[in-house]
């Protein structure tokens, strides 16, 4: 009797500690599961919201400036009554902008142009023509500050038309390394400042919202320019300036071009990039 109470005593003891061990354990799995649910996960758009990165706003400055490098390289052949140039030219021109809107851009180009020319020239000597060839290295740098107006965009923005007008001074530093210049237009030339104004078509495309690839087409392009001409006299060391001005139509020469007479002009299209930030 008495080892009957005692199995019956046995039994209840044991189911009481394991009920009393499950209780544990349900907490436990509670508590587990509370922290669990205070850990941000992506189950959900609140949690997908959490965790993503936030999308970081650009400065406004960042926005609107932009920097890029034009780089082009011109084919020139001239023939005038007593003489014939042909050569060539390359030009580096950095520049950095502001965008007023999507349609209106100001900035500044800075740059240098490096030119190799040979020229022959035609000198009447005693009434006899006196043919020279000159061989001139040039060197130059220009500043130039210019606004954009974006006139249409084609192909979902990609591609845009603008019209540019610019205005530019710059130095010319020649050196004439073969042939005599004496009678010829370099006879004494020390350098030339270069001064104008232009308006000429743009045409961009835009890559991605970082990089946009231009073309300009300057041989379309109408305006003024002015070069003086410093000189100083090889015999008596006088100092003296030359003064010469010109209207810009290069649409003419685009039907020289087109015809295969490539007097005068320079002829070519300048090419660069423009990065946002």
């Given at each position: 009797?008495?080892?009957?109470?005692?199995?019956?005593?046995?039994?209840?003891?044991?189911?009481?500690?394991?009920?009393?061990?499950?209780?544990?354990?349900?907490?436990?799995?509670?508590?587990?599961?509370?922290?669990?649910?205070?850990?941000?996960?992506a189950d959900s758009p609140q949690d997908?919201?959490?965790?993503?990165?936030?999308?970081?706003?650009?400065?406004?400055?960042?926005?609107?400036?932009?920097?890029?490098?034009?780089?082009?390289?011109?084919?020139?052949?001239?023939?005038?009554?007593?003489?014939?140039?042909?050569?060539?030219?390359?030009?580096?021109?950095?520049?950095?902008?502001?965008?007023?809107?999507?349609?209106?851009?100001?900035?500044?180009?800075?740059?240098?142009?490096?030119?190799?020319?040979?020229?022959?020239?035609?000198?009447?000597?005693?009434?006899?023509?006196?043919?020279?060839?000159?061989?001139i290295h040039n060197g130059s740098w220009?500043?130039?500050?210019?606004?954009?107006?974006?006139?249409?965009?084609?192909?979902?923005?990609?591609?845009?038309?603008?019209?540019?007008?610019?205005?530019?001074?710059?130095?010319?530093?020649?050196?004439?390394?073969?042939?005599?210049?004496?009678?010829?237009?370099?006879?004494?030339?020390?350098?030339?400042?270069?001064?104008?104004?232009?308006?000429?078509?743009?045409?961009?495309?835009?890559?991605?919202?970082?990089?946009?690839?231009?073309?300009?087409?300057?041989?379309?392009?109408?305006?003024?320019?002015?070069?003086?001409?410093?000189?100083?006299?090889?015999?008596?060391?006088?100092?003296?300036?030359?003064?010469?001005?010109?209207?810009?139509?290069?649409?003419?020469?685009?039907?020289?071009?087109?015809?295969?007479?490539?007097?005068?002009?320079?002829?070519?299209?300048?090419?660069?990039?423009?990065?946002?930030?």
């Open positions: 009797m008495i080892r009957k109470y005692l199995l019956i005593a046995i039994a209840v003891f044991i189911t009481t500690s394991l009920m009393a061990q499950e209780n544990h354990i349900a907490e436990g799995l509670a508590s587990v599961a509370a922290i669990a649910g205070e850990t941000k996960t997908s919201a959490t965790v993503a990165a936030p999308n970081i706003q650009l400065p406004k400055w960042k926005q609107k400036l932009y920097f890029g490098y034009n780089f082009d390289i011109y084919y020139h052949n001239d023939s005038r009554s007593n003489r014939t140039e042909n050569g060539w030219s390359i030009s580096l021109t950095p520049e950095v902008g502001w965008k007023i809107n999507e349609k209106v851009y100001i900035g500044m180009r800075f740059g240098g142009t490096y030119s190799n020319t040979t020229t022959n020239y035609s000198i009447s000597v005693l009434d006899t023509s006196v043919y020279t060839n000159l061989r220009e500043i130039t500050p210019y606004a954009r107006y974006r006139l249409k965009t084609l192909f979902n923005d990609k591609v845009g038309i603008w019209l540019e007008a610019h205005l530019y001074t710059g130095m010319e530093f020649p050196r004439v390394t073969d042939g005599d210049i004496k009678g010829t237009d370099y006879d004494g030339l020390r350098h030339s400042i270069t001064y104008g104004a232009q308006v000429s078509p743009v045409i961009t495309y835009r890559f991605n919202r970082k990089s946009t690839f231009q073309v300009f087409f300057s041989i379309l392009s109408f305006g003024y320019s002015g070069t003086t001409f410093c000189y100083k006299d090889p015999d008596t060391g006088q100092r003296y300036n030359e003064y010469t001005n010109d209207v810009i139509i290069f649409s003419g020469k685009l039907r020289n071009l087109l015809a295969n007479q490539f007097t005068p002009g320079l002829y070519g299209l300048k090419f660069g990039v423009q990065k946002n930030f």
